[in-house]
T-cell receptor, first 113, second 115 residues
Framework: TQLLEQSPQFLSIQEGENLTVYCNSSSVFSSLQWYRQEPGEGPVLLVTVVTGGEVKKLKRLTFQFGDARKDSSLHITAAQPGDTGLYLCAGALVPGGYNKLIFGAGTRLAVHP | DSGVTQTPKHLITATGQRVTLRCSPRSGDLSVYWYQQSLDQGLQFLIQYYNGEERAKGNILERFSAQQFPDLHSELNLSSLELGDSALYFC??????????????FGEGSWLTVV
């Protein structure tokens, strides 16, 4: 059982659609990060959220940390083929625990032209 | 290109054998992390070294060991290999000890297949 559960596992959409992926846990996290991993490459950090209720935007991507710091969501507006990849959430259980990140299993997104 | 270099990129070996994976961190980074990514377990933290010393330990098996050398490169040694050790092994690095929120940069990984 994963400490961080991501849903959906797979998502296949058309270019221009909106989507939301979720990262949930029964545990409280000090901070949460989102990564994107493309085939043949390592994960790349997109954002870090540290405060309950925090919302961060990165162009068409909107990240939210739940008020209780147990969950997070990633919303993509008007998805593009370049958004295709594996989206991973990762949490730090304790303040400053970035050196022992716990990763979810990921959401594999495919955006078709 | 993250600046983290891992070798080899692909490795096929038999059960019971021993392999060594090598990692060169980004220039200036003092921390090296090792992660294992498999289909059933996802990305799992194995171990971290900071400036030559072990800093944090995760789900690393006793058959596995790692070290960081004075030039800051790191090696992950996997011994008595089993079929279940087949996975993608990532090295990552960061400037600090990982407790300050410094960005962690991942290499492209080493694919290990045990047959």
């Amino acid at each position: 059982t994963q400490l961080l559960e991501q849903s959906p596992q797979f998502l296949s959409i058309q270019e221009g659609e909106n989507l939301t992926v979720y990262c949930n846990s029964s545990s409280v996290f000090s901070s949460l990060q989102w990564y994107r991993q493309e085939p043949g490459e390592g994960p790349v950090l997109l954002v870090t959220v540290v405060t309950g209720g925090e919302v961060k935007k990165l162009k068409r991507l909107t990240f939210q940390f739940g008020d209780a710091r147990k969950d997070s969501s990633l919303h993509i507006t008007a998805a593009q083929p370049g958004d295709t990849g594996l989206y991973l959430c990762a949490g730090a259980l304790v303040p400053g625990g970035y050196n022992k990140l716990i990763f979810g299993a990921g959401t594999r997104l495919a955006v078709h032209p | 290109d993250s600046g983290v270099t891992q070798t080899p990129k692909h490795l096929i070996t038999a059960t019971g054998q021993r392999v060594t994976l090598r990692c060169s961190p980004r220039s200036g980074d003092l921390s090296v992390y090792w992660y294992q990514q498999s289909l059933d377990q996802g990305l799992q933290f194995l171990i971290q070294y900071y400036n030559g010393e072990e800093r944090a330990k995760g789900n690393i098996l006793e058959r596995f060991s790692a070290q960081q050398f004075p030039d800051l490169h790191s090696e992950l040694n996997l011994s008595s290999l089993e079929l279940g050790d087949s996975a993608l092994y990532f090295c990552a690095s960061s400037v600090g000890s990982g407790q300050q929120g410094n960005t962690i940069y991942f290499g492209e990984g080493s694919w290990l297949t045990v047959v």
